[in-house]
């Protein structure tokens, strides 16, 4: 059974970048067709797809944040990361990682998500 876990700053300057990791474990970022997704949840509000990189390597962006996004992996450690440039107080959000069987199709997989406060 697949396993994710975030990790990643639980707080973040305003204008800085975010980075958080997603380790995966009993299944392989590599495996076809699998999509490995970065979801956020601010508070009060609905959840909002930010980008996946499917099994491939291959990358896929929110058009409204794809000027500040940027995901990439490690397979040599199963992982992937987000990074979030020039982040302000609307970027607060319990942010999790997720795994879908292609990049088409719902999430099956989510990790129990990291919350990521941006404040002076």
């Known amino acids: 059974q697949v396993q994710l876990q975030e990790s990643g700053p639980g707080l973040v300057k305003p204008s800085q970048t975010l980075s958080l990791t997603c380790t995966v474990s009993g299944g392989s970022i590599t495996t076809a067709y699998y999509a490995w997704s970065w979801i956020r949840q601010p508070p009060g509000e609905g959840l909002e797809w930010m980008g996946a990189?499917?099994?491939?390597?291959?990358?896929y962006y929110s058009p409204s944040l794809k000027s500040r996004s940027s995901i990439s992996r490690d397979t040599s450690k199963n992982q992937f990361t987000l990074q979030l440039s020039s982040v302000t107080p609307e970027d607060t959000a319990v942010y999790y990682c997720a795994r879908a069987p292609s990049i088409a199709e719902s999430f099956t997989d989510w990790g129990q998500g990291t919350q990521v406060t941006v404040s002076p």
């Open positions: 990189i499917r099994y491939s390597g291959g990358t």
